[in-house]
């Protein structure tokens, strides 16, 4: 693997956990029952964009982990990062 794959992983994960936290900052709760809970996140268009954000920091993970494979290869993580079981 090249430097180039090693920091776009680390990038990647860093990017992807402080999106997903920030997400879950953002995030309200609900209020209970569907008759509330409707109008309440029709009354905040934000909430498609909070969880967008989730989404995207969450499809960042398997790139960093791709990415990071490269470097990890002792104990657990050379385990888990070896192609054969």
Do not use: F, K, Q
């Amino acid at each position: 693997m090249s430097a180039l794959s090693v920091r776009l992983g680390g990038v990647c994960a860093v990017l992807g956990a402080v999106g997903y936290l920030a997400a879950g900052a953002l995030h309200r709760d609900l209020p209970s029952g569907a008759e509330n809970a409707v109008p309440h996140v029709a009354a905040h268009p934000e909430w498609h964009a909070i969880h967008l954000l989730a989404i995207l920091a969450v499809a960042l993970w398997p790139i960093a982990s791709a990415g990071l494979t490269a470097v990890l290869t002792e104990g657990w993580s050379g385990w888990w990062a070896s192609p054969t079981p």
